[in-house]
């Protein structure tokens, strides 16, 4: 009896247990919920309270899900409702009674068809969401021109519940302000990611086109929900091959997934592919037989992806074949291309990242050297991509030269959101505050207020085409950027294309909220702490304008010695220009004077050592080391005491992020307190490197209370990271 009780007991423990572990795996969300992958897109249940609100205002929902795009936006409401209110709306053909959300378009949906909103001026992508009364019922409606906006104003009505905000008097308008919002990818065929440090390509090119992995519609989701419309596949170092019927097949299943959501896809164009993949003996832009060669070839393509976007070109850049080598210029090329997708509505992007075979007297001198001449040479459906910044992509860089300098050339904006040179995965650094830097810039090319934004918006010079690209920092990494808090990076990238005016700390506010806790006092510090992260970056890494100063190839951790090499301008000596008498690159009329190239008043504000913002000090001017700042502080003191500022700035990010222990979830908190720790070592590196470095120029002691370097400078200079990720 004892023994079969025993068993008895054992068993129904084991059974209590397994009813308890089935109980709590269902209650559980899904298995991963919190290591990331679900982006801002989490839809965890809010509290009961905040529930109980929202609840009845969202009772019934009125949507017909009879397209492709209608019906995601669909699946996501009711996705979206059920995690976050524990049930989804009831569905039903007429508004009933109170708390309907009714969307759509009026050509889907009678109802608002019958409202007569006004939806003029929100062209294709827009939306409004406005709180309503139909048939005496208390009711939101988000309604569009065409279903995509509608999918918009579907994700922007989620957010608000996300984000805890009121539903009951809305009445929001919103149209995106640029018109591509695309991701570049830096993704070879291999599935190795240029400057990627979140694993492998996300595109597994060898099970396409067949299998579709379920991550390609949760990344079109994840783009959808900030706006973001087309998707460039290939890395700008193109490889011909992505042209070949094999590789359009595997891009039009892509495709296919992503049409739903509004997005398109884009190809990197190899401007030799005539010759490699062609058989011609010439890539000549001049050449009708090249010409005839890209013309059946974009066909070919329209014929696997009837909606195709268009090329990306990289050309006679860093090796990449391009017009020049055929003595043609950048427009000759642009314009062949062009006229080869014309017929299909496609445009090219044709990016201004160039380096002349010749070394210049200045790197930064030459996208512009190269393009004015060409502003009005380029078809209209040529757009011409720019980089924030003259160098690449740098922590911080004064607004590119080129940006308001062409009026009569669509220029778009390049931005770079994987962390080449912030960090990185491991770094937190929010890129929200320098997007923002680079958009808020005034050109003054048409008077005061002639910011970057309005070139890139378009309305500066009446542009007809305009966009906006993001080097995408995704990958096969369950949390997709590599880190947590590089997710914000994507999605502020989205936020900013659709709205180039907006301010960095609500975003990063809204996405704290979505990714982390609605929590004030969670959101708070997290939001304090993002917006600080990439000047911290500045300050560890390259204060006061200094710029380039990173190792080798790989461009990981301090390399401020890196010199000789196949070219000057890819060392870092070439650019911080250090001696015993000072430091920084004179651009000024006494040097390079790369300050021409800015519109009059900014060149004269950027020229003159009294008045240039000390942010670019050594970018413009050679410095003596014992230059007054405004600190007070001599040059050489200034600069330590930034470095070390940088260094102090992550240690309490650190001790912030440990305050949110047991407010966060573990898995996540554990991840960022970890990387938060080797952020903090390697500030210090940086630092110290760097100290050790310019001491040698500098000759003069540390300032008071300044801990020397760790290590000796032939300690720094002999690390080697053969293997560091991205290369
Ligand atoms: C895709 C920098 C990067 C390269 C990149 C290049 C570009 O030089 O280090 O990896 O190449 O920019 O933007 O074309």
């Known amino acids: 009896m004892r023994r079969a009780g025993r068993r008895l007991g054992l068993a129904a423990v084991a059974m209590v247990a397994m009813v308890a572990m089935v109980a709590a795996l269902s209650a559980a969300p899904a298995v991963h919920a919190e290591d990331g992958y679900d982006l801002w897109l989490r839809y965890v249940a809010l509290a009961p309270e905040q529930a109980a609100v929202y609840r009845p205002q969202v009772a019934q929902l009125v949507m017909a899900g009879d397209t492709p795009t209608r019906s995601v936006a669909r699946a996501e409401l009711l996705r979206g409702l059920a995690g976050l209110l524990g049930s989804a709306p009831a569905a039903s053909d007429a508004a009933s009674a109170d708390g309907v959300v009714i969307v759509g378009t009026p050509a889907s949906s009678p109802l608002i068809a019958a409202m007569r909103l006004k939806l003029q001026g929100l062209g294709r992508e827009g939306y409004l969401i406005r709180s309503v009364d139909v048939d005496g ?37 919103q149209a995106p302000h640029v018109q591509l919002r695309v991701l570049n990818h830096w993704d070879n065929l291999d599935r190795h990611v240029e400057r990627g440090y979140a694993g492998e390509s996300i595109w597994d090119w060898h099970k396409l086109p067949d299998y579709l992995d379920p991550r390609y519609t949760d990344y079109a989701r994840a783009n959808a929900s900030i706006g973001i419309n087309g998707t460039v596949l290939n890395n700008v170092n193109a490889n011909a091959l992505s042209l070949t019927p094999m590789y359009l097949e595997k891009a039009a299943a892509l495709a296919g997934v992503f049409r739903p959501y509004g997005i398109r896809v884009y190809l990197s164009a190899r ?42 070109v990289k050309a006679n850049s860093e090796g990449q074949p391009g017009p020049q080598d055929y003595g ?128 890139v918006d378009g309305s500066l010079h009446g542009y007809k085409l305009t966009g906006m690209a993001g080097v995408a920092n995704i990958g096969s990494d369950r949390n997709w950027s590599g880190s947590q808090f590089d997710q914000a990076n994507w999605y502020v990238f989205g936020r900013m294309a659709w709205d180039p005016t907006l301010n960095a700390k609500p975003i990063a506010e809204e996405w704290a909220r979505m990714t982390f806790s609605n929590d004030d006092d969670v959101v708070k510090p997290i939001a304090e702490m993002m917006m600080g992260s990439r000047e911290a970056v500045v300050d560890y890494m390259t204060p006061l304008g200094l710029h380039h100063l990173m190792g080798n190839g790989h461009h990981y951790g301090p390399g401020p010695w890196v010199s000789g090499g196949p070219r000057a301008d890819w060392t870092s000596v070439y650019y911080h220009r250090a001696n015993q008498d000072g430091i920084g690159f004179d651009r000024s009329a006494s040097g390079s004077n790369a300050v021409a190239q800015y519109a009059p008043p900014v060149a004269r504000e950027f020229g003159d050592l009294k008045r240039v913002p000390e942010k670019y000090l050594l970018w413009f001017h050679h410095v003596p080391w014992d230059y007054r700042m405004q600190s007070g502080r001599p040059l050489w003191d200034e600069l330590v005491y930034r470095y070390s500022h940088g260094v102090d700035t992550v240690r309490q990010m650190g001790q912030t992020w440990q305050r949110l222990d047991g407010r966060i979830d573990p898995e996540r908190h554990a991840q960022v307190a970890t990387f938060l720790s080797i952020q903090e070592k390697e500030a210090q590196w940086w630092r110290d490197a760097s100290i050790a470095y310019f001491q040698t120029f500098s000759q003069r002691p540390l300032p008071q209370g300044q801990a020397p370097p760790a290590h000796s400078l032939e300690y720094y200079e002999a690390l080697s990271f053969p293997f560091a990720p991205g290369h």
């Open 137 to 173: 019922h208390r009711a939101t409606v988000i309604a569009a021109n065409e279903d995509v906006g509608a999918l918009y104003g579907t994700f922007h009505f989620l957010r608000l519940i996300q984000t805890g905000q009121p539903l009951a008097a809305l009445d929001l308008r």
């Open 271 to 312: 401007f030799s592919a005539p010759i490699e993949i062609g058989g011609l003996k010439t890539a000549d832009p001049l050449d009708p037989q090249v010409q005839r060669w890209w013309r059946d070839k974009a066909d070919e393509i329209y014929r696997y992806i009837p909606d195709f976007g268009g090329f990306l």
């Open 328 to 455: 043609r210029t950048h427009a000759d090329g642009a314009n062949m291309l062009a006229d080869a997708v014309k017929p299909h509505g496609g445009v090219v992007m044709w990016r201004a990242f160039v380096y002349s075979h010749e070394e210049p007297d200045d790197r930064a001198k030459q996208a512009y050297s190269e393009f004015v001449p060409l502003d009005g040479r380029f078809r209209d459906n040529v757009i011409v991509q720019v980089k924030n910044g003259a160098i690449d992509f740098q922590p911080r860089e004064p607004f590119h030269p080129l940006f308001g300098a062409m009026p009569k050339t669509p220029l778009m904006m390049e931005f770079q959101i994987t962390k080449e040179y912030l960090g990185f995965a491991t770094h937190l650094a929010y890129l929200g505050p320098m997007y923002q830097e680079t958009l808020d810039a005034d050109t003054q090319r048409r008077g005061k207020g002639s910011t970057v934004a309005k070139v």
